[in-house]
């Protein structure tokens, strides 16, 4: 049984999340990475880079796993919120790595490839740690009455209640719950109570919209979908 794809695609999602201011301002001047999979980046792999050899990187995971990343010239390399070019990456730099990743084989061919300081390592680390507790992120498979199940990325289901203190939103715009169907991409802000997670804001995620701020494909609007930022 393959367990190892659904925490790489979750990572991809936390760091769109975490990451994706710094992707508001490049993504209009340089277009979009693409690629496929879940909100249309592919999987993701994240790790230190233990050696380089050009423009292939060999990096470990936290669960010790070598992973060689191909990189190209379609390749989306970011580091400091500003484009880069591979000889900018050295030996020591914990990268977030998305696109087709070959799980068996342990390679990805790289369409989005990130270099994260400390602080977005931190943000990652916390952006996971509340997934599913404070912001939460799936496809919806059921909708009754007020309450909508996903389906979560890590392959868990989760139950979303909404009410009158709940927004809606899709991209920048608001819309009703009435706007929301079955097979919906959304996420969530909320808090849990009593084991159920109840949004205080909703928003669609449109697989094919350019991405992040509107500027590139396969992203949620971050500025809807980010998990909270702790006071």
Same mark, same amino acid.
């Given at each position: 049984?393959?367990?190892?794809?659904?925490?790489?695609?979750?990572?991809?999602?936390?760091?769109?999340?975490?990451?994706?201011?710094?992707?508001?301002?490049?993504?209009?001047?340089?277009?979009?990475?693409?690629?496929?999979?879940?909100?249309?980046?592919?999987?993701?792999?994240?790790?230190?880079?233990?050696?380089?050899?050009?423009?292939?990187?060999?990096?470990?995971?936290?669960?010790?796993?070598?992973?060689?990343?191909?990189?190209?010239?379609?390749?989306?390399?970011?580091?400091?919120?500003?484009?880069? /070019?591979?000889? %900018?990456?050295?030996?020591?730099?914990? @990268?977030?790595? $998305?696109?087709? &990743?070959?799980?068996?084989?342990?390679?990805?061919?790289?369409?989005?490839?990130?270099?994260?300081?400390?602080?977005?390592?931190?943000?990652?680390?916390?952006?996971?740690?509340?997934?599913?507790?404070?912001?939460?992120?799936?496809?919806?498979?059921?909708?009754?009455?007020?309450?909508?199940?996903?389906?979560?990325?890590?392959?868990?289901?989760?139950?979303?209640?909404?009410?009158?203190?709940?927004?809606?939103? /899709?991209?920048? %715009?608001?819309?009703?719950?009435?706007? @929301?169907?079955? $097979?919906?991409? &959304?996420?969530?802000?909320?808090?849990?109570?009593?084991?159920?997670?109840?949004?205080?804001?909703?928003?669609?995620?449109?697989?094919?919209?350019?991405?992040?701020?509107?500027?590139?494909?396969?992203?949620?609007?971050?500025?809807?979908?980010?998990?909270?930022?702790?006071?």
């Amino acid at each position: 049984m393959n367990v190892v794809r659904p925490r790489f695609t979750l990572l991809l999602i936390l760091c769109l999340l975490a990451l994706a201011s710094c992707f508001a301002q490049q993504s209009d001047q340089q277009g979009p990475p693409r690629g496929g999979g879940f909100l249309g980046m592919g999987s993701a792999v994240h790790g230190t880079i233990t050696a380089i050899s050009g423009s292939e990187f060999t990096i470990k995971t936290e669960d010790g796993t070598t992973y060689k990343v191909a990189t190209g010239p379609n390749t989306h390399l970011v580091k400091d919120r500003q484009p880069i /070019k591979a000889a %900018d990456v050295h030996v020591g730099d914990v @990268i977030m790595t $998305g696109g087709d &990743v070959d799980e068996k084989a342990h390679t990805v061919g790289a369409v989005f490839f990130a270099v994260l300081d400390a602080e977005q390592v931190q943000r990652m680390k916390q952006a996971q740690a509340d997934f599913g507790k404070t912001w939460t992120a799936g496809k919806i498979t059921v909708i009754n009455e007020l309450t909508l199940t996903i389906d979560r990325p890590d392959k868990k289901s989760q139950t979303i209640t909404v009410d009158e203190n709940t927004s809606f939103r /899709k991209h920048r %715009d608001s819309i009703t719950l009435a706007d @929301i169907k079955v $097979g919906d991409t &959304v996420s969530a802000r909320g808090a849990l109570q009593n084991g159920n997670f109840v949004a205080t804001v909703l928003s669609v995620v449109d697989p094919n919209r350019r991405g992040p701020g509107g500027g590139g494909q396969g992203g949620p609007d971050h500025e809807n979908a980010a998990p909270p930022q702790k006071q």
